[in-house]
């Protein structure tokens, strides 16, 4: 076999799960789970926007009132 064709062939992938063992229940659908996940990653999104924003905000006033004398 060339190296070619061992390149292209699969790796055989491994089992997840042994072939004699019991099948596992898939879990429940929780969309209201999921909607409050990401509305808790807006919000933490959006506080940390608000928090760069006020810090640049007094930075810029911290500057202009240096220059203003």
Do not use: D
């Amino acid at each position: 076999m060339s190296i070619a064709q061992q390149i292209a062939t699969p790796t055989p992938s491994v089992r997840t799960r042994r072939p004699r063992a019991p099948m596992q229940p898939v879990p429940e659908r929780r969309p209201g789970y999921a909607l409050v996940r990401i509305f808790g990653l807006i919000a933490v999104t959006s506080l940390g926007a608000a928090l760069i924003a006020g810090t640049v905000a007094i930075g810029i006033m911290m500057v202009a009132s240096s220059l203003g004398g």
